[in-house]
């Protein structure tokens, strides 16, 4: 705090700690209705790719869903390759138009199936 007011250096300018720290979502089973879902339209439209749980330590909008639903999933249904990853939310972020067009059949799948 000490080091940001030194920066900006300017007495206009209020500066506050926010305590912003949220509980993590609760864990989804792997025996939910909507994992499997999510596993069985992965394993149709990427038939290379296994489906596991892992540690998603972003925060993501799941959070304003507690209350609605068990089953939390997150997932970002696109190949993407080293490079791509550390673009994310950055510069230049894209994806492929092959892999644009097998998000959206993971979509449409997934919609149709649920």
């Known amino acids: 705090m000490t080091k940001v007011k ?3 250096a300017d007495e206009r300018i209020v500066i ?3 305590n912003n720290t949220a509980e993590a979502s609760p864990v989804t089973a ?3 209705y909507g994992f499997k879902a999510v596993q069985e339209v992965c ?6 790719a296994i ?4 540690l998603m330590i972003g925060a993501t909008d799941s959070k304003h869903f507690t209350d609605i639903s068990e089953s939390l999933i997150r997932c970002l249904p696109v190949r993407m ?3 791509q990853l550390h673009s994310v939310h950055g510069v230049n972020e894209k994806i492929g138009i092959n892999d644009y067009m097998e998000m959206i059949s993971f979509y449409k799948t997934l919609i149709k199936k649920i």
Not at 43 to 48: C, H, L, P, R
Not at 51 to 54: A, D, E, L
Request: contains cysteine; charged residues 30%; glycine residues 0%.
């Open 6 to 8: 030194e920066v900006i």
């Open 16 to 18: 506050e700690e926010m």
């Open 30 to 32: 792997t025996n939910s």
């Open 43 to 48: 394993a149709d439209v990427f038939t290379d």
């Open 51 to 54: 489906v596991s749980p892992f």
């Open 81 to 83: 390759c080293k490079d």
